[in-house]
């Protein structure tokens, strides 16, 4: 679902044509009637008073408006000018949001043709168990699903509570908002003017990823960031935390990845931020060495 700001911006445009082209027509309508200017004297002195008197008071009017049809159509075309410049403006820069929406949309869709992780692979397992017991036991409490999905959560719970106590006094700090159907993990949004919100989506790994599942998760956080962007009027960075167990975490395997994400997709160099830290690591690391490695700074 995209946020559509499109139909505003068409009437504001089109009220501005409406505007223009009243300012020409109305005054041209106005003028080439006679209202029994050009009806000579003695016939206007022919008529019964008070058909006179509704004559001449209608001159009197013609008149005065016709002193105020100058302003009339400057100011009106003035405002109509202005306002199909707005219209126009808006409408491009919300055209340039849903167009770069749709590229990564497209982008997003051809990544999802991958390989699975292996957390991917043990998560659809771990469903497809479950659901198996559910459908033979006929009772939902017969199995307990106690790895992945508690460990999720809880991993998302201290990045919350690190970031909220590193970034508390520059930053607002919020957990699991939702942007026009898009759902952030972590928003960091600025309390000074000039500084940048993030946005900081967590993934937990146990087992290990590959490039193909890094792209995706990657592009699906820069789509966030243009949705927000459109949205608020603020223009993001993004921040991709992975948190990986430190069993499957290989430093040289997973820096080459993040080196190879960097020359092949969207983001911008300093901007749209991965970070890959072990979840024994974050759990011990100090508030200063945590601030360093995020590189995230008001």
Not at 104 to 123: G, M, P
Not at 186 to 195: E, F
Request: glycine letters at 4%; proline letters at 2%.
């Amino acid at each position: 679902m995209k946020f559509e700001f499109g139909d505003l911006y068409k009437f504001i445009v089109s009220l501005g044509v409406v505007l223009i082209t009243l300012s020409i027509l109305a005054p041209w309508m106005f003028l080439r009637e006679p209202f029994d200017l050009f009806r000579p004297e003695s016939e206007i002195n022919a008529l019964s008073d008070v058909a006179k008197a509704v004559v001449i008071k209608r001159q009197y009017a013609v008149s005065f408006i016709v002193s105020f049809i100058p302003w009339f159509s400057s100011i009106g075309s003035t405002v109509g000018m202005i306002f199909i410049f707005l219209g126009l403006k808006n409408w491009r820069k919300n055209q340039l949001h849903l167009d770069e929406q749709t590229r990564l949309d497209v982008q997003i869709k051809k990544q999802s043709l991958r390989d699975a992780t292996k957390d991917e692979i043990e998560e659809k397992e771990t469903s497809e168990y479950e659901s198996l017991q559910v459908a033979e036991s006929g009772n939902s409490d017969s199995y307990i699903v106690t790895s992945f999905r508690s460990q999720y959560s809880k991993v998302e719970e201290l990045v919350y509570g690190k970031l909220s106590k590193v970034y508390g006094n520059k930053f607002d700090v919020s957990h699991n908002k939702m942007v026009a159907n898009v759902e952030l993990d972590i928003l960091l949004r600025g309390k000074a003017m000039l500084t940048k919100d993030y946005i900081v989506e967590v993934k937990y790994i146990r087992k290990g990823f590959n490039f193909g599942w890094l792209r995706e998760v990657y592009l699906k956080n820069i789509y966030a960031k243009s949705v927000y962007s459109q949205v608020t009027n603020r223009l993001p960075n993004t921040l991709l935390l992975i948190v990986i167990d430190s069993e499957a975490y290989n430093e040289e395997k997973y820096n080459q990845l993040i080196n190879r994400l960097s020359g092949e997709t969207e983001g911008r160099k300093g901007k749209d931020l991965v970070c890959i830290i072990t979840k024994q690591e974050l759990m011990s690391i100090d508030d200063q060495a945590l601030q360093e490695r995020l590189a995230i700074h008001a």
